[in-house]
């Protein structure tokens, strides 16, 4: 009977052991799982803030920047921002991670999608036609990335330092971010008009040499529209195709174009049109026309043109 007493107790204390150490392995793998988790965030953050080093670098100074390089390199800031997005999305957060996780994923959708916009207001910006609106547009942008800072400062790093102190874990804390650097300077329109005012070609560019657009053809669906009257099915929403030329010797860019038709003006826009080279903007006709209608159709001119008459043109077309 002793002998059996001391082996059910040495099998118990066995037990024990075992119990013990799998459950210090458990935590272990939860702790690891943390600090793996703290790192990949402090990881992409260090990422994040080296964009905006180079964003708001460019922006402050763009140095010898065209229109073009400049606007290139803010769509590679935007390419960047939203592979940060995608990572994070993508990250294993432990359970207890679980709202720094969603404040997170809140973080970086503001900042993907501000830098979104900004990239696509930015040639209209920096061009002449609606280059007020789209400025406006871009410092409504850097509010947003604002509030993203601000969540990540209240939120994020907070709740992750926070979980990671209930469970023991040092030296792990996760870095600060913040995206949108000196308080609320860019908030303002008139400082986001000035910076984008240095970019060479802008606005506040040489307006030398030879500059001009050319409207060199219109299409309603894919009938194209010329002297004689046109006829257009209306069984499906219409859409005014405008080709546009640029016949001078620069690059344009943020060129407006307005289709009237039955007192109704609708607009578009084309980002960027180089020397010699044609692009095409679409409008839809909504409601689309019935019967008989006239269509004009309108290109805005450039800074330094000279000759405007062929930006314009009118059509009879009949929607039935």
Known sequence: MLRRALALGAGLLLLILIVLGFKACLDTRADRALSDYAEDVSQIVAETDQTSKDFFGKLADPGALSVTEFTAEVNADRSAMDNYASRVDGLDAPGDMSRAQTALELTYELRSSAMTEIAEKLPTALGDAGAAKATAGIARQMQKLLAADAIYATVVRPEIDGVLADNGIEGSDVAES????????????????DALGAVSGSIAGDTSGIHGLGLVGVGVNGTELGEEVASVSTEETAEVEVEVENQGESTENGIGVTVSVGGTELEGSIETIGAGETSVVSIPLTPTPSGEVTLEVEVDTVPGEEVSENNEASFTVLFE
């Open 178 to 193: 913040v995206f949108l650097p000196d308080g609320t300077k860019w908030l303002e329109e008139d400082t986001v008009a």
